[in-house]
Structure formats: structure tokens, C-alpha cells
């Protein structure tokens, strides 16, 4: 059922897009409020019953990212496109919604556990994303290394965020119940936004190779990486269905940030959200009949 509840989020979003035209307040203020409070509070109430420690999920879902994150970036360097298209392009291709959009749905497919395996892999994919992402993306337009990656990633909020969260997850054993109702609210305000950002226009070139990679390329290499290691069911299904999920949306603050193609980013994300949210109503609905 919260699967529909996230798909009409996202839909009122672009309703509401074409019907006012004056949204920038409330864009910036969800926003923040997705960076600062909501994300890291999400994560953290999904980790409470978990025990996090070193193991082999931790291991693969660290090397499905890195190799992702190398792989793409190959790719993408064969291609023609301006350097900040590539780099948002990278961004887009291999770093997932895994927060706002999978956290939800593992919790719809797979109950408690599968949120918790989900939050863990937010934590890996977040660290990555904030460093190595930055790392690699950057070095399409010749700025930066690793010394001006880690300054960037120390500077942002959400990554300070995941850190407390993590840290408070392993330290408090109880919520209350109205706290982790309050930390659902970016499952539905994440979609929200999106739709809100959504602008229909033509499907070029840079699009197509966002698609390819973010839904076929990833799986793939997420389908290699789990034949390798022996993880449980939930486990293997949890990093599959992250290599699927649409693209972040941290993306865009990124590609603001760093003066990336904040138009594609922002554009793709909408794009992907759109496409991953229909495709599962739709199975859902199948399901349903």
C-alpha cells in the first residue's frame, strides 16, 4: 500500500507544478529539511533493530559501488559529451535513491529487515557518494583530488548527518512510537519534491546513456558482484534492488555545488523517479488483479 501512497506524492507534486508556478519557497524549504533533519532521522530510526558490524553485505555493497563508480566512469569518458554533463551524468548513473525511495519500498517487500539492510547500504552508499563520487566526477573538468574531495565531503551536511544517525542507532536501543512516525515523512515529501521538479521535455542522447547505465549497466554489475559473494536472500535482494532505484537526489545539491549540468541532473532524477515509481505501481496493480 505505501507503495501508492509514494506514487501520488510524486504525482501531486507535478500537479501542483503545473497548476502554481511560484514553488521555489517550498522547494528550498523541503529541501533543507530532507538534508538536515529528514534523511539522517529516516536512517536512523530504520537502523534501530539492526546490529551493525563489519561483514560480507557491508563488503559487497561497498565494492558494488566503487566498481560501479570506476566502471562508469570508463564509459562515460569514451563519450563526446561536456565535461559537466559527464560529470552529472556519473553522478546520475551510478548513486541511487536509497534513502527516501528504497528505504520504503524494502520495508513494502521485505518488512523490517529489509528497511534496516537498506539504511545500512544508504550509510556505505553516502560515504562513497561524498567522496569518491566527488573524486571521480570532478576529474572530467581537471579540478581537484583526493585532499579537495575529502575537504568537500567534510563540508556536507548530510554527511555529518549519517554519522550521527549511525552513531545514535547503536546507542539507543528504544524509540518512541509518534518519532518513528515523524521520520516517514521524507518517504512522502522525497516524491514530493521530485514531481515538483519534473518538466516534460525531449529524451536526448545524454538521457539515454543516464537509462542504460542507471537500469541496466548497474544491475549488471550488481548481478556479478552477488554471484561472487555468499550472501542470504535478503541481502542479495536488497543490493539488486538498489542497483535498480531511480537517481539520487542529493545528485542535484551535488551538481549545484560543484557548477555540474544542474538542468540534467535535476532532470534525470525527476525522470528515473517517474519511471521506477510506474513500472512498480504497475506490477503491483498486476499483482493485485
Do not use: Q
Not at 529539511?33 to 561497498?62: C, M, Q
Not at 518513528?180 to 521524507?186: D, E, G, H, V
Amino acid at each position: 500500500m505505501m507503495i501508492y501512497f509514494i506514487f501520488a506524492a510524486f504525482l501531486a507534486g507535478f500537479l501542483l507544478s503545473i497548476i502554481c508556478k511560484r514553488l521555489n519557497f517550498f522547494k528550498v524549504a523541503i529541501n533543507e529539511y530532507l538534508i538536515w533533519i529528514g534523511f539522517p532521522l529516516l536512517v536512523y530510526t530504520s537502523l534501530e533493530k539492526l546490529d551493525i558490524g563489519f561483514n560480507k553485505f557491508l563488503l559487497a555493497g561497498a565494492l558494488y559501488y566503487i566498481i560501479s563508480n570506476i566502471i562508469v566512469y570508463k564509459l562515460i569518458g569514451l563519450t563526446n559529451f561536456p565535461d559537466k554533463k559527464k560529470s552529472s551524468l556519473l553522478l546520475s548513473a551510478v548513486y541511487s535513491n536509497t534513502a527516501y525511495v528504497g528505504i520504503p519500498i524494502a520495508f513494502s517487500l521485505f518488512g523490517v529487515i529489509g528497511a534496516s539492510l537498506m539504511a545500512v547500504l544508504t550509510v556505505i552508499s553516502a560515504a562513497l557518494h561524498y567522496s569518491i563520487g566527488i573524486y571521480f566526477s570532478n576529474k572530467y573538468i581537471g579540478r581537484g583530488g583526493s585532499e579537495y574531495a575529502i575537504l568537500e565531503v567534510i563540508k556536507f551536511p548530510l554527511f555529518w548527518g549519517l554519522i550521527v544517525a549511525t552513531l545514535l542507532a547503536k546507542l539507543i536501543n528504544y524509540n518512541p512510537d509518534w518519532l518513528i512516525s515523524f521520520s516517514k515523512l521524507p518517504v512522502y515529501l522525497s516524491p514530493f519534491l521530485i514531481g515538483m521538479t519534473l518538466h516534460i521535455k525531449n529524451i536526448d542522447s545524454l538521457y539515454l546513456w543516464g537509462f542504460f547505465l542507471r537500469f541496466f549497466a548497474s544491475p549488471l554489475i550488481a548481478l556479478i558482484i552477488l554471484a561472487i559473494f555468499p550472501l542470504d536472500t535478503n541481502e542479495r535482494l536488497i543490493i539488486l534492488l538498489a542497483s535498480l532505484l531511480p537517481s539520487a537526489l542529493a545528485n542535484t545539491s551535488l551538481a549545484i555545488k560543484f557548477k555540474f549540468d544542474e538542468e540534467f541532473t535535476s532532470g534525470f532524477a525527476s525522470f528515473s523517479t517517474a519511471i521506477f515509481l510506474a513500472g512498480l505501481t504497475f506490477l503491483k496493480l498486476l499483482k493485485f488483479y
